[in-house]
């Protein structure tokens, strides 16, 4: 195969074999990354898939997906050269992994056969799942090591239907796929989407926006939380319209992109109630915002929207999304790394180091902001701590620290909320907030 094996990388506990062309990536890698051809992994997108490792091993632990035991049929429907689906695959706890039945998608067949040589130099040696009657590999599909690929249209893929774990990861909209995913679900299943296209959903690109997701709003400091409701929204819509509903698990905007995991039902009544959680964001003078169901004349102009209102993330879920647990599976043993080492990978302490600072960034300030995040979003404030000094009319912002004890001991839940800029969310009146600021300043 032209290129192979390339030279050998590590994420999370998973060796990769990156393409000669591909330089070592960045110690902290951000951003779109520039393509190098159709096998190229971009290394900032790590923190998607190590959340999606901690969610699926979340579901078959706590049982809250498919009944203790029962297996979950996973499907990656762009898999590349098919990283996501091995670190499910050598990640996840030894003792649940038979029960994923996996399949990873892609149209590249260069992509798909770096994959396969991957698996057959990397093998986990992890228990096979047990089959049971599952369609016969389409022409071009093959199976290493438990996992079955097949080279389809995404949506053709998403189509075959009855999968109860599903990652949708486009380059750009996930818009044209979010059909036939929703189509292709079991009657409850996980549904992870990624989207790149964060010029329209922050609404920098008006257009786009409004062609896209029906959205519209300003550029301003809730541009990224703006971002992530919008992409739910139009999930909520689109699910209400196959009668299923969802509830999210965890949504964030992360560096250069949204990623968003519901749970998807199957629930007529649930879809009828969809526009109880869709409004808009009316930035005001008194307060930073009001969330109304629909903007008047006048309003629709400082407005974004129309918007998910309802909770991000699922508060038992989230709360159990620690560093220490992501350390735990995420992390390679030091018998791993010196196999490793002996088969290439050119890694010293510094390496392993910035490696374990980037796992625990992937998760940082989620458990402590999780019952907040699961509440709706009128019964909580996200607020930019660079901001408050101009609204309690101070000359400068509290350390966020200082003011999120201030916050607790009047008697309110308050934390960082997971984002690049200083936010936090609190259930506190934000007159309150105001003179916990001017307090401490």
Not at 2 to 29: F, I, S, Y
Not at 240 to 256: E, N, Q, S
Not at 373 to 393: S, T
Request: charged share 25%; proline share 7%; hydrophobic share 40%.
């Amino acid at each position: 195969m032209d290129g192979w094996p390339g030279h050998l990388w590590l994420e999370g506990a998973t060796p990769v074999h990156l393409t000669p062309e591909q330089a070592r990536p960045e110690r902290r890698p951000r951003g779109p990354a520039r393509r190098t051809g159709p096998r190229f992994l971009n290394p900032a997108m790590a923190p998607a898939r190590t959340r999606s490792v901690l969610l699926l091993s979340d579901a078959l632990n706590h049982g809250w997906l498919v009944p203790d035991g029962a297996p979950i049929r996973c499907l990656d429907a762009m898999c590349s050269t098919g990283l996501r689906v091995r670190r499910w695959r050598h990640e996840v706890p030894a003792e649940q992994v038979h029960r994923l039945h996996i399949t990873a998608n892609d149209l590249d067949e260069e992509a798909l056969a770096w994959a396969k040589s991957s698996l057959e130099a990397h093998p986990t040696g992890r228990p096979l799942p047990e089959r049971g009657q599952e369609r016969s590999l389409p022409e071009g599909g093959f199976e290493v090591e438990g996992l079955r690929f097949t080279q389809e249209d995404a949506r053709m893929a998403l189509l075959h239907g009855g999968w109860q774990w599903i990652d949708l990861d486009p380059f750009g909209s996930p818009v044209p796929f979010l059909d036939a995913a929703l189509q292709g679900m079991a009657r409850r299943g996980v549904l992870e989407v990624t989207a790149t296209d964060t010029a329209a959903l922050t609404g920098s690109s008006a257009s786009s926006a409004r062609r896209r997701y029906g959205f519209q709003g300003p550029v301003d400091a809730y541009a990224h939380d703006d971002a992530v409701r919008a992409l739910l929204g139009t999930i909520a819509m689109a699910a209400a319209r196959v009668d299923r509903c969802i509830t999210p698990l965890l949504a964030l905007f992360d560096g250069h992109h949204v990623r968003v995991s519901v749970l998807v039902r199957t629930s007529k009544n649930g879809a009828s109630e969809v526009l109880d959680h869709i409004g808009w964001r009316v930035r005001e003078d008194d307060v930073p915002y009001r969330l109304v169901r629909h903007p008047d004349e006048e309003e629709v102009r400082r407005a974004s929207g129309p918007l998910w209102t309802g909770p991000l993330w699922d508060e038992a879920i989230t709360s159990r999304l620690t560093e220490e647990h992501e350390r735990a599976l995420c992390s390679p043993t030091s018998t791993a790394l010196e196999a490793l080492r002996a088969d290439g990978l050119t890694w010293d302490h510094d390496d392993l180091e910035h490696a374990a600072r980037e796992g625990s960034r992937t998760v940082r300030h989620i458990a402590a902001a999780a019952a907040l995040m699961a509440r709706n979003a009128k019964d909580v404030w996200l607020l930019r701590l660079d901001d408050l000094p101009r609204w309690a009319g101070t000359g400068g912002a509290p350390k966020m620290s200082r003011l999120l004890a201030a916050l607790e001991q009047g008697g309110h839940q308050a934390a960082r909320a997971p984002d690049l800029n200083p936010f936090i969310v609190t259930d506190a009146p934000f007159e309150e907030v105001l003179a916990a600021v001017r307090l401490l300043t």
